[in-house]
């Protein structure tokens, strides 16, 4: 038995570096492990939230003159045929703090159902995402019964502020912009991209450019996924920590030009956690809680100016058994710990990742803000024995 889950674990290993070779769109653009950072687990297919089967990602990425630094981010939980046929999952969210915003979240608390597609945008951003996402539905369901229309009038839309670097008030994003993300959505056998993509263009993270990651973990004692993505806005340069070191900390000895980026607490980070696990509702609650332990673990601590709001779903169908009921099958509580440790292994490994794809950008009011240095991270985890051959 030992064996064959080694063998499971390094087909897994080479599977994953395969891919992300053979994949990539920027194959000289390197992840977190690819720069020795350790992280537990193993990651399944891509490293990524599309890892579980029919789920799917789109986005489109504003960057126009010297202000516009912004996007629109998709996810369609079940693909967007699903989603089109109303066929919803169940899903839970959380708030590690409430200083921000996902609309559609009191009907999931009061139905346990996710029947629309996830957008991630700006903070001014909501209103037209809301709106432009129920529009996108009505133009590709013109047959559609209205009573199951209603089934998508309440869309989840999520926010982090980018006004740093985004002319924010110039609200940008338009219709043809959420149309785009939600039309050009993939799923299996595609990348995705990271760093300045989509709803994650203009944030930052611990002093630094960050933006859109994503990661996931194979359980292979289960034969489940766990994926996550991230849009990453959160914490102060100091309390940066990865793989255990105060990268933060080492940073700020070192570190010779003075940013621009105000030492504060402020900005927010969502999370979309997404499992082929069999979950109910309360579960998902359990998984999305576990989505603050990842954070913590990088020194975040849901500050007082935060939006830190999580949102879990399953991909598993909702069977109809008779014209008035359904039936699903869960799985026990005393077998979900795996999950809980590979939603927080995920979240981590995410916003790393989110951090490490960024590139430096300059924007609103000639503001700036550096992409962290992976010779630097290198070396400080090196100084600390903390980097991987």
């Not at 891509?46 to 516009?68: A, L, W």
């Not at 869960?330 to 590979?342: C, S, V």
Request: glycine share 10%; net charge negative; with cysteine.
């Amino acid at each position: 038995m030992s064996i064959r889950i080694i063998n499971v674990r390094q087909i897994l290993l080479l599977f994953y570096i395969f891919n992300t070779i053979a994949h990539s769109s920027d194959p000289k653009k390197p992840r977190a492990r690819d720069l020795g950072i350790p992280f537990n687990g193993i990651p399944d297919r891509y490293n990524s939230i599309i890892d579980v089967q029919g789920v799917e990602v789109g986005f489109s990425t504003i960057i126009k003159g010297d202000s516009i630094r912004t996007g629109v981010t998709a996810i369609f939980p079940r693909g967007a045929s699903k989603v089109l046929q109303n066929q919803p999952c169940f899903a839970n969210w959380f708030s590690l703090n409430g200083n921000g915003e996902m609309t559609g979240i009191h009907w999931i608390t009061e139905s346990g159902f996710l029947t629309t597609p996830i957008l991630i945008t700006n903070t001014n951003s909501i209103g037209i995402c809301h709106d432009s996402l129920f529009k996108w539905y009505l133009t590709r369901n013109v047959s559609t019964p209205m009573v199951n229309i209603f089934n998508v009038s309440l869309p989840v839309v999520a926010e982090t502020y980018d006004g740093l670097l985004n002319d924010i008030n110039g609200f940008h994003v338009k219709q043809e912009h959420v149309f785009e993300a939600l039309d050009n959505s993939k799923g299996s056998d595609s990348i995705i991209p990271e760093g300045n993509v989509g709803g994650g263009t203009g944030m930052i993270s611990f002093g630094f450019k960050a933006g859109t990651g994503t990661s996931s973990r194979f359980i292979e004692n289960l034969n489940y996924t766990v994926g996550v993505l991230v849009q990453s806005n959160f914490g102060r340069k100091s309390q940066l920590i990865i793989a255990g070191v105060p990268v933060g900390e080492e940073i700020l000895k070192i570190e010779k030009n003075n940013t621009m980026v105000p030492d504060k607490d402020m900005g927010s980070i969502i999370v979309i956690i997404a499992t082929d696990a069999p979950l109910l509702p309360h579960q998902l609650k359990r998984l999305t809680h576990r989505a603050s332990l990842g954070i913590g673990k990088l020194g975040g601590i849901g500050g007082d100016s935060s939006g830190d709001i999580f949102l879990a779903f399953s991909t598993v169908d909702i069977s109809d058994k008779t014209s008035t009921t359904k039936t699903v099958e869960f799985l026990l509580n005393d077998e979900i710990n795996p999950l809980f440790e590979a939603t927080i292994q995920c979240v981590e490994e995410a916003i790393v990742n989110a951090m490490v794809a960024a590139e430096t950008m300059i924007g609103h009011n000639g503001f700036k803000v550096d992409a962290i240095l992976h010779d630097t991270l290198i070396k400080i985890l090196k100084k600390y024995n903390k980097l991987n051959d």
